[in-house]
């Protein structure tokens, strides 16, 4: 009979976080209780990915490779509907999970049987080695809920500060594997998700929304927390801007599912078409940096919205039915 979770990490050239990640894990307590393999799915590296597993699985056997060759995120992810274990757990190339992750989400599993997607508190982290500068901390504040992370920062979390996420994320999420199994079935998501340097997004929203379908329950649970690390080129202007562009297009072809998507996108376009109008105004009435930050790249996400609605198509839309 199988264990009770699949740790299952989805990388594309980030051979040097997949080394820490992976290291991370093998400091997990109860992972010889609870963990039947650790899948790590290639997304079509051109790095050291291949040999980084590799050394990891000559220490433990459970670590498994397995190359996925058609580029998207979303392409790796679904693997997950192969597996044999109840539960799966989605741990991002840059997630350095606590040392009682497992154990936390075991016992939530046990207290809560109709539960269904369990996230744990992601914190923000520079990569070793880095430091952040004030500017990219405030930035961190601004964004970090649109980076899956629920803190922005070890001291906040510490601090008891309330998570700052408003939806499930990805990153990290505990999920139950037989609905995915049934989602897979049905053709899978929608979104591609990120695709070699572009940063379309959307594709973990889906998989999990297929779980809460079911009628399962989401929780939330601080006590089940992970170091999500930031590469200090993820808090600069141009890739901040893409990404809340390509979480606009996500959202767009999101919403463009079943028999009313082209009214929800219509009024989708109004709502954001309004927003933009008010934004300056906005912006100049608030003396919060961080607010004004964060009104900055929400707004970078709505005119993508918008121009999806128009038609124009661009670097960020990756999408297709699976």
Known sequence: MPKMFTLMTCTHNHADLLRLTLSAMMELRGLEEYVEEILVVDNASTDETPGVVREFAEQN?????????????????????????PWLIFVDDDNLLSKNYLIRAAELIEENPDAGVLNGAGIAAPVPGQRFTADEQQRLFAVAAYLACSHPSADSFRAGMKSMATVPYGAGVVLRVEPLKRFSERGWTKNVGRSGGALTSGEDGEIIVSVLQEGYRYLYDCEMYFYHLMPKERLGEDYLSRLYSGIGHGMYHYHRQGIYGRLRNLCYFAGYCLKLLVLPVAAALVNDPVKKISYHYKACSWRAYNRCCLGERGEHEVVSRL
Request: glycine fraction near 4%; hydrophobic fraction near 40%; proline fraction near 8%.
């Open 61 to 85: 056997p459970i670590v498994r490779y397995l190359l996925e060759p058609k580029q998207g995120v979303a392409y790796a992810r679904r693997h997950a509907a192969d597996l044999s274990t």
